[in-house]
């Protein structure tokens, strides 16, 4: 595969955690490219690794844990390619929400209970280098109290990307406490999809919310892709979300990755014997048999 088909190219990552008992290794080797344009889900049980590679890739990794050799590249497709394991704080800023946007495991959680929705739509937009001219003018990391006019023009803005995800512009003047799971969850992908990212990397975006809900989210990330061509790394134990939401799908196990291939092949004919047992464990078979 060129470089540039690859918007995320991570080659040989190894991470580890420094433990009283000596290191423990929670990613073991990792080769995976998440292709431009595509939906590539990581999939493995809970503890094979898959928050420590995500966190690592996106140099979020805090002690103890600690990148022991690899390389993760970044491939933007205006700019030059870097390496995110080499960058330092300061380039991850300018990096974060602009080029790479993350969804943490349960961010939904991370809204801010006593501010209005819309004012934390401006704080991160405002935060990253967002303008009223130019809806990107590269000086992240700068914050500023927003103009009149920056506050109109973000306030049409805020109501167009709540649209995005199928909520109501009302939305922007509530505050978390009056919005439900699943509504918070696509305040965060709205807000995570604000500047514009090449690539969005989401940690279980569904678990915690129902079925209804979940669906209703899947929906919204293939919609997000469809529309804006933002590139997703999306990781989860639910093989359902898989089914439903993924172009390619890579299988983790015990800190490697056993298996890479088409959503369909890899449900039809897994090859490893852990991912035979993890469509196995699918509890609803019209997940397996309606995905294709
Ligand atoms: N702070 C830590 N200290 C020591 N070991 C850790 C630490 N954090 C994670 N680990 C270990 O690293 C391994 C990978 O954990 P990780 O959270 O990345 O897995 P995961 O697949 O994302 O699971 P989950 O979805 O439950 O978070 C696990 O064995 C875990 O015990």
């Not at 602009?98 to 739509?121: T, V, W």
Request: with cysteine; net charge negative.
């Amino acid at each position: 595969m060129p470089e540039s088909e690859a918007v995320l190219d991570i080659r040989d990552l190894i991470v580890r955690y420094r433990t009283v008992t000596g290191d423990v290794t929670a990613v073991d080797g990792v080769n995976l490219q998440v292709k431009r344009g595509e939906i590539l889900g990581v999939a493995g049980q809970s503890g094979c690794g898959k928050s420590t590679m995500a966190t690592a890739v996106l140099g979020l990794l805090r002690p103890p844990g600690f990148v022991a050799g690899g390389a993760a590249t970044f491939n933007r497709r205006d700019a030059a390619p870097v390496d995110v394991l080499d960058e330092n704080d300061a380039g991850l800023r300018r990096l974060r929400w602009r080029d790479l946007a993350y969804l943490p495991q349960g961010s939904m959680n991370s809204l801010n209970p006593i501010m209005r929705i819309r004012d934390q739509f401006a704080d991160v937009m405002l935060q990253h280098g967002w303008s009223s001219n130019d809806e990107a003018n590269g000086s992240g990391g700068i914050r500023r109290r927003p103009n009149r006019h920056e506050r109109e023009v973000l306030r049409e803005h805020v109501a167009q990307l709540l649209a995005e995800v199928g909520l109501d512009a009302s939305v922007a003047e509530m505050y978390p406490h009056e919005l439900s799971g699943g509504m918070k969850q696509r305040v965060i992908i709205a807000m995570a999809v604000a500047l514009r990212p090449e690539l969005l990397i989401a940690d279980e975006p569904t678990t915690a919310l129902d079925v209804m809900i979940q669906r209703v989210v899947i929906q919204n990330l293939a919609d997000l892709r469809d529309r804006l061509g933002v590139t997703m790394l999306v990781i989860t134990h639910d093989m359902g979300v898989h089914a439903q939401l993924v172009d390619r799908v890579a299988v983790m196990n015990a800190g490697q990755i056993v298996e890479v291939g088409s959503v369909e092949q890899v449900f039809k004919r897994p090859a490893d014997p852990y991912t035979k047992e993890l469509i196995n464990s699918i509890p609803d078979l019209t997940v397996r048999e309606e995905a294709f």
